[in-house]
C-alpha cells in the first residue's frame, strides 16, 4: 500500500499522513507556546515548516510517521499522533501532540489507541515507547489509560540531549491482553 493512501477512521477522527493542506493548523499549534511546549517548543512559522515536513520525509522515506489528526465532524485539523523513530530515538515511539483547542474530549487516547494497534499489527513492531517530559502530567495519564508503564529516565538525541524525557512503554503482547 502506498503510505500516501494510508487511512485509519476512529470514531470521532480521520488519521491520516500529512498533506500540504495541514501546514497552517500545524504552524498554528507551534505558535501557541502552551500546545508546543512539550513538542519541542515554540517556533515560529519557518521553523515549524521545516518540522512539518520532516514529518512528510518520515513517510517518504521510512513508511511511517505521526498522522494529521482530522477531526471528522469539523474537518479540521487538530494535531500530530503516531509511530515516530528517527535517527538516534530511544525507541520506537507512538507519540502525540494535539492543538489546544482539542484538549479535555477523549480524543487524544482514542487516536493513541488507533496508532498503537496501526504500530504492533501494520508495523509489526514488538515493543512501543512514549517519551514524556516529567512535568507532562496529562500525557503520563494518557500513557497509564493506554496500558504503558514508567521504565525509566531517558535520552534524545542531539539538539535535545539535554531536555529531560521520562520512558514509558509496552510490548506488542501487553498492548494485546489489555484489551
Known amino acids: 500500500m502506498n503510505w500516501q493512501d494510508i487511512r485509519i477512521e476512529t470514531e470521532r477522527l480521520v488519521l491520516r499522513p500529512p498533506q500540504a493542506e495541514d501546514f497552517d493548523g500545524w504552524a498554528a499549534n507551534m505558535a501557541d507556546a502552551e500546545s508546543a511546549r512539550f513538542i519541542g517548543g515554540l517556533q515560529p512559522r519557518a521553523v515549524a515548516w521545516r518540522g512539518f515536513l520532516t514529518m512528510v520525509g518520515s513517510w517518504a522515506i521510512q513508511g511511517f510517521g505521526m498522522f494529521s489528526v482530522i477531526e471528522k465532524s469539523s474537518g479540521r485539523w487538530i494535531g500530530r499522533m503516531g509511530p515516530w523513530f528517527p535517527e538516534g530515538w530511544p525507541g520506537r515511539e507512538v507519540g502525540w501532540g494535539l492543538a489546544r483547542h482539542a484538549w479535555g474530549k477523549g480524543y487524544a487516547r482514542e487516536g493513541a489507541e488507533a496508532c498503537m494497534d496501526f504500530a504492533f499489527d501494520h508495523l509489526g513492531w514488538d515493543e512501543v515507547i512514549h517519551s514524556i517530559d516529567p512535568a507532562n502530567a496529562p500525557s503520563q495519564a494518557l500513557a497509564v489509560k493506554l496500558g504503558s508503564r514508567l521504565r525509566g529516565p531517558g535520552r534524545l ?23
Open 157 to 179: 538525541p542531539e539538539p535535545f540531549q539535554d531536555v529531560p524525557i521520562e520512558i514509558w512503554g509496552q510490548t506488542r503482547d501487553e498492548w494485546k491482553r489489555r484489551a
